[in-house]
């Protein structure tokens, strides 16, 4: 579905009468995403990961690097070239509020994409934005459809932006950290949602977290990310138990024991400040 070669991007940091510096913001990544796979991205805030799920989505420019979507490089495309690739992957944001135009209700949100994308039938928008919600199981349809985003709870406002994904029937999407907002009772229902709509219709999922916790749920591989370089790669429960870099056991050990008993136990931290992306020690 999605290859990922030696992919990188650079910041530049103008300086004035000096050579400009690079914010190695995703530095030397590769990997693969198999068809109806779902691929969880983890790692601390600031390490790249959102970086490379836009670039992957061609978002942002890649500095160097290849991206190969269905056996073609998607890597220099722009303008008319890639707006077929703009149907076949779309992105779920972290924050579902910010991306909604407020002004617009949940019917004009669901029906924008299409608009844009020459569905001009009516009726074929109304049926479209009707199994979309019917998908997300926002429901009674007629409760929704004419509100407005301030309208609805944060569980809501997410499935209504997978809701928006979904409308133009995607073969991949981009999940940036859709449940970090919300409340713990309401994460493992949208990560069971994302499931049941990855098993149902093929869609292969890049799943973006920091919380190493929520990935089982989800995903089938898990890639540690850190300082812009992929650092592990396996099927979950291999890294989990078997995992080789010092970073992916911080990560581990960040993760909340429920326990009474373990909670004076001592975890393993790393020490020192995370690594400076625009100033690489030598060696």
Not at 108 to 128: A, Q, T
Not at 142 to 163: T, V, W, Y
Not at 216 to 233: P, Q
Request: with cysteine; aromatic share 8%.
């Amino acid at each position: 579905m999605l290859q990922v070669e030696n992919l990188k991007v650079w910041f530049p940091i103008k300086r004035l009468f000096k050579t400009p510096l690079y914010a190695k913001a995703v530095d030397g990544v590769s990997f693969n995403l198999l068809k109806g796979e779902s691929l969880a991205l983890v790692g601390e805030s600031g390490c790249g990961k959102t970086t490379l799920g836009k670039t992957c989505l061609r978002l942002i420019e890649p500095t160097f690097g290849r991206l190969i979507y269905d056996g073609r490089d998607i890597t220099h495309l722009s303008g008319k070239d890639l707006k077929w690739y703009r149907r076949e992957a779309q992105m779920i944001y972290q924050d579902p509020f910010s991306s909604f135009n407020p002004f617009f209700p949940v019917r004009r949100i669901l029906e924008e994409p299409l608009i844009v994308n020459g569905v001009k039938s009516k009726e074929e928008r109304i049926n479209r934005i009707q199994e979309a919600l019917q998908e997300v199981k926002l429901l009674p349809i007629e409760d929704f459809i004419n509100k407005f985003p301030h309208m609805l709870s944060g569980g809501q406002r997410q499935r209504l932006a997978i809701a928006r994904a979904l409308i133009l029937r995607p073969k991949f999407i981009v999940a940036d950290e859709p449940v970090s907002m919300l409340d713990a009772s309401v994460r493992v229902e949208i990560l069971y949602l994302l499931k049941e709509l990855q098993i149902s219709q093929g869609i292969s999922f890049l799943y973006i977290t920091h919380d190493i916790a929520t990935v089982k749920y989800f995903s089938d591989r898990m890639a540690v990310m850190y300082s812009g370089k992929i650092v592990e790669l396996g099927e979950i429960r291999k890294v989990i138990t078997s995992h080789l870099h010092p970073y992916t056991e911080a990560l581990i050990e960040a993760i909340p024991d429920p326990d009474p008993n373990n909670r004076n136990v001592e975890r393993k931290v790393i020490p020192g400040e995370p690594q400076n992306p625009v100033a690489w020690p030598p060696g």
